[in-house]
């Protein structure tokens, strides 16, 4: 069973920074993509940032400058980071962890999901 566990969320004011990490555990070969998603009330589930195994990184257009995604240990790979600087209120939302990944060396790749973590930004 693949588990991933966030941590780092609360509140913070307006150009505020939080950190946010998320680690993956259990039986797992290999780790193709790590990232964040966010949900706001009302509004659908969006792609903030993800890393891959190749260091490419990808950014929600709003928060580019803001938001740095990194790895953790590169040699065994199941930790990401999101360094989350000059937060705005709109930037609230639960954050989830998202993870493509492979179980063996003969898997098809599984999508897991954390369960979230709250930011909220307070103006």
Known sequence: QVQLVESGGGTVQSGG?????????????SIYTMGWYRQAPGRQRELVARITSGDNTQYLDSVKGRFTIS???????????????????????????????????????????GQGTQVTVSS
Do not use: F
């Open 17 to 29: 920074s939080l950190r946010l990490s998320c680690t993956a555990s259990g039986s797992i070969d």
């Open 71 to 113: 790895r953790g240990d590169a040699k065994k790979w199941n930790t990401v980071h999101l360094q989350m600087d000059t937060l705005k209120p709109e930037d609230a939302a639960i954050y989830y962890c998202n993870s493509e990944l492979t179980l063996t060396t003969t898997s098809p790749v599984y999508e897991y999901w």
